[in-house]
């Protein structure tokens, strides 16, 4: 079984990742992309996800782990694997504000597209591929919600906890999320 983390960039991917971490299972993480003003403690990303549309054999690493994959990336997942998926939402208007804030630190001219744009584009991506992981029988996820984490980290570290197994230390899982850092607010 492997496990996943997915959802837009600046979803709380990366949050996730870290009660995961926290709470008892091992992340498949290079490490590469280091911690920066956007996201001070870090990605927990794994360099080789970039190539799953063109080489998804690395896949096999992740098993018996958890490992980090944008929701564009998901329709690139092999068959002949069982995944779970924890597909983090966010208020879309927060999506696109960080999203554009974490550009405008990088110095890139992205962050002036037009926030509408991104918008229809972001929530296309999602719609299709929460739509591929529901009709994948080889596929189990369930949604969670990074302002819900932000708000009451213990509810949704129960339920991520119930979903894998009941396996990991649910307290050690909350006590991660930082209030602090829920920066970007619509």
Not at 107 to 136: C, N, R, S
Request: net charge negative.
């Amino acid at each position: 079984m492997i496990t996943i983390v997915s959802g837009l960039p600046r979803s709380g991917t990366s949050l996730m990742m870290q009660m995961l971490e926290k709470g008892g299972m091992e992340v498949l993480s290079d490490q590469i992309r280091k911690p920066d003003e956007n996201n001070v403690r870090g990605y927990n990303e794994y360099e080789k996800v970039r190539s799953l549309p063109k080489d998804p054999s690395w896949i096999i690493e992740a098993e018996g782990k958890v490992v980090k994959i944008i929701a564009q990336l998901l329709f690139f997942l092999p068959r002949k694997f069982e995944y779970r998926i924890l597909f983090m939402e966010r208020n879309m208007d927060e999506i696109i504000e960080s999203q554009s804030k974490m550009l405008q630190n990088l110095g890139t001219t992205g962050a002036k597209l037009d926030p509408a744009i991104l918008i229809q584009t972001f929530q296309k991506q999602m719609d299709q591929a929460k739509a591929i992981i529901t009709q994948a029988a080889n596929i189990e996820w369930i949604p969670i919600s990074y302002n819900e984490i932000l708000t009451d980290p213990a509810p949704t570290a129960e339920k991520v906890n119930v979903f894998l197994g009941n396996s990991l230390i649910v307290q050690d899982m909350a006590s991660v999320v930082d209030a602090t850092l829920y920066r970007t607010r619509c």
